[in-house]
């Protein structure tokens, strides 16, 4: 399984700023929307930023596939990329 915690972590935080943001200042309806699309942004940019660097925290082994050399995690029987038989490996 494959973990992005960096992407999960920052979500948490976009989401707490927001709710803090609007539980604790007095903002108008055009600020709340203005901040949640702005977070949203922020979010979106630092979820692919983070994906896009493989900032992944691996909690089994991977195999690498014979066929097209992308890793696949050990425990599968076929290459999650390629669909190679992973038993040759």
Known sequence: ??????????TACVFLTFALSVQFLSL????????FVLLTVAYAWVAWLMVKQKAVLELHSYTACNTCGELTPSQGKYCMNCGADLDSV
């Open 28 to 35: 108008g309806d055009g600020a709340v929307v203005g901040l």
């Open 1 to 10: 399984m494959r973990l992005e915690w960096p992407v999960y972590a920052f």
